[in-house]
């Protein structure tokens, strides 16, 4: 079992900045691959970013990509997604997920098998 736990959230002005972060806990956590949803209301949950094992490999969504930048410190346990040049269309609440083994594509929400609880990010205009 992996227990993730997401902080950082909050409400900001277009063109700010926010830093998440997802604590790990449980398992080797160098084992897992990690990986931020996103949740509007209204929504379906839709991919922000990826990272390996390793964190070797990267991806992001086109919607994120040049702003978002997702890392992780294995030593810490913890993953990160750095967030600038923030826009309304960011409002949503975050998850970071982990799978051992992806039981599909990176960036299907049903291919992870940990969840956190979320945090809220709100960018006013």
């Known amino acids: 079992q992996v227990q993730l736990v997401e902080s950082g959230g909050g409400l900001v002005q277009a063109g700010g900045s926010l830093r998440l972060s997802c604590a790990a806990s449980?398992?080797?956590?160098?084992?897992?691959?990690m990986g931020w949803f996103r949740q509007a209301p209204g929504k379906e949950r839709e991919f922000v970013a990826f990272?390996?094992?390793?964190?070797?490999?990267?991806y992001y969504a086109d919607s994120v990509k040049g702003r978002f930048t997702i890392s992780r410190d294995s030593a810490k346990n913890m993953v990160y997604l750095q967030m600038n040049s923030l826009k309304p269309e960011d409002t949503a609440v975050y998850y970071c997920?982990?799978?051992?083994?992806?039981?599909?594509?990176?960036?299907?929400?049903?291919?992870?098998?940990?969840w956190g609880q979320g945090t809220q990010v709100t960018v006013s205009s």
């Open positions: 997920a982990a799978a051992e083994l992806l039981r599909g594509v990176w960036y299907s929400p049903t291919s992870y098998d940990y």
């Open positions: 449980g398992r080797t956590f160098s084992n897992y691959v």
């Open positions: 990272n390996s094992w390793t964190g070797g490999r990267t």
